[in-house]
């Protein structure tokens, strides 16, 4: 059916649109694929209700509130990049930390300083938790009390944590109110696939900058892989345990112990480096 030249589009739907007819401008399934309806749509804002719950009970002192839900550990340090940072910025990235940091928060115009340079002076200090690669847990409570009395940050990529068990660290999240840590599904179950990454924050003017970020991204992940990781949560601490006892985690292999090492095996991932 032609459109007639004086009808504007939401005109002509007015006009010729009727229930049970395909809108293909449209994000809902089509005709016959009733049981997937609300399955493939866009996901919330922040990710499911019910994931964003499950995430939150791995902290102590946090809300699903304080959850988003991303596309990736990847996803979620560069949202973090794109929310905190700000042209003029000194930003101190620990050795280790994720290219999808460093390369926003420098295109922002920040500059990016390896490891403890300089320290005292940076608005934003991002560390991995353990160290990557040599795998040592950090002590986050000087740093998190030497940053609050200046009025800094402090982001913790915490994806191998879980990985320690017993030998673990509290997450920065649940140490402060202002700090962020960012974790996956990748690392402590293996699930690379999903593309499933989180940010908690208990700041919920930092959380709604990162939330924005993350909608001007990608929108958030599918909802599909989210239903998937509600279901993989709800066995998160007895496959957690079965992984950490066999000594790996995802496509990096995690060695418990006082120190644990973290390698890259290039055999599963043919590019040579750990997908987030």
């Known amino acids: 059916m032609d459109c007639p030249e004086e009808l ?21 399934p ?14 919330p804002p922040g990710g499911l209700p019910e994931l964003r719950r499950a995430v939150a009970d791995l902290y102590a002192g946090v809300r699903a509130e304080d959850v988003i839900v991303t ?3 990847s996803e979620a ?44 002076h940076c608005s934003l200090i991002v ?7 040599d795998g040592r847990l950090v ?6 009390a030497e940053a609050e009395s200046r009025g800094a940050r402090v982001v913790s990529d915490e994806v191998h944590l879980d990985l320690r068990g017993a030998h673990s660290n509290p997450p920065a999240a649940s140490l402060s109110p202002t700090a962020v840590s960012v974790g996956d599904l990748s690392k402590p179950l293996g699930l690379g696939g999903l593309r499933i990454g989180w940010v908690v924050c208990r700041d919920p003017v930092a959380l709604e ?5 993350v909608q001007i991204l990608s929108g958030g992940p599918s909802v599909l892989a989210m239903e998937f990781a509600v279901k993989a949560m709800a066995e998160y601490g007895p496959r957690l345990a079965e992984r950490s006892a066999a ?8 060695h418990r112990g006082p120190v644990v090492a973290i390698t890259h095996h290039k055999a599963q991932d043919r590019r040579g480096s750990c997908r987030r």
């Open 139 to 144: 002590d986050l409570r000087p740093v998190l």
């Open 8 to 28: 504007s589009v939401l005109d002509y739907y007015a006009r010729f649109f009727r229930p049970g007819m395909t809108d293909l401008s449209a994000s809902s």
């Open 71 to 73: 596309n990736g550990a």
């Open 209 to 213: 900058a990162i939330g924005r970020a």
């Open 77 to 120: 340090l560069a949202a973090t990049a794109f929310a905190l940072v700000q042209a003029g910025d000194t930003v101190s990235a620990g050795r280790g930390i994720y290219p999808s940091f460093r390369e926003v928060a420098r295109r922002l115009g920040a500059t990016v300083k390896p490891g403890d340079a300089g320290r005292g």
């Open 127 to 133: 560390v991995n938790n353990p160290s990557v690669p």
């Open 247 to 254: 000594g790996h985690g995802s496509d990096c292999d995690v």
């Open 30 to 43: 089509p005709r016959g694929a009733e049981a997937w309806k609300g399955r493939v749509d866009y996901g």
